[in-house]
């Protein structure tokens, strides 16, 4: 079993709906969470960082985690085209080692 | 400022040659790590170098791969006698001093044939 489980898709949305992305995880130790988002040929950009359990909005995007469920989800409300692209999710325990998990890969259609 | 940076952005090769991978990290940042990237497989950790201290080879996949950080700036990944699984793009993060946040060159795709 991996420990990050994430679906790829790919996710096929309308331009203007909320997007839905998700990741579970397996090891408790898991302290920082993070979405990148990667588009084609480019690196990951991060997108979202949090620490522990909880929501934290950055504008039209919500990270949330749960920690009870070994659960986070990546909100992005509005979708635009231009949010077509590659969102993987990370967590650290700490120092510097960081999981990713295989990415979801979203199209949202004009 | 100008970001991470790696060259080639695409290098194919044959079947058991050498190759070099070459990643410029962002100015002033100490942490420096190397994944690989697999269809499907989600980023694969490698290498990580901190300032001056020892690198974190653990992620290394086989004796085949090694890696170094010149004055603390420019590192080289070197995949020797390569085989058709080590096709995959290959990815540079650097971060600045105490913090996490990693910044991701666009990468070198390698393609054995």
């Known amino acids: 079993q991996k420990e990050v489980e994430q679906d790829p898709g790919p996710l096929s949305v309308p331009e203007g709906a909320i997007v839905s992305l998700n990741c579970t995880y397996s090891?408790?130790?898991?302290?920082?969470f993070m979405w990148y988002r990667q588009y084609s040929r480019k690196g990951p950009e991060l997108l979202m960082y949090?620490?522990?359990?909880g929501n934290k909005e950055d504008g039209r995007f919500t990270a949330q985690v749960d920690k009870s469920s070994k659960y986070i989800s990546l909100f992005i409300r509005d979708s635009q085209p231009s949010d077509s692209a590659t969102y993987l999710c990370a967590m650290m325990r700490g120092g510097f080692k960081t999981i990713f998990g295989a990415g979801t890969r979203l199209f949202v259609k004009a | 400022g100008a970001g991470v940076s790696q060259s080639p952005s695409n290098k194919v090769t044959e079947k058991g040659k050498d190759v070099e991978l070459r990643c410029d990290p962002i100015s002033g940042h100490t942490a420096l790590y190397w994944y690989r990237q697999s269809l499907g497989q989600g980023l694969e950790f490698l290498i990580y170098?901190?300032?001056?201290?020892?690198?974190?080879k653990s992620g290394l996949p086989s004796d085949r791969f090694s890696a170094e950080r010149t004055g603390g700036s420019v590192s080289t990944l070197t995949i020797q006698r390569t085989q058709q699984e080590d096709s995959a793009v290959y990815l540079c993060?650097?971060?600045?001093?105490?913090?996490?946040?990693?910044?991701f060159g666009p990468g070198t795709r390698l393609t054995v044939l």
């Open positions: 090891n408790s130790a898991f302290q920082y």
């Open positions: 170098f901190q300032g001056n201290s020892a690198p974190d």
């Open positions: 949090t620490y522990s359990s």
């Open positions: 993060a650097s971060s600045p001093p105490r913090e996490d946040t990693q910044y």
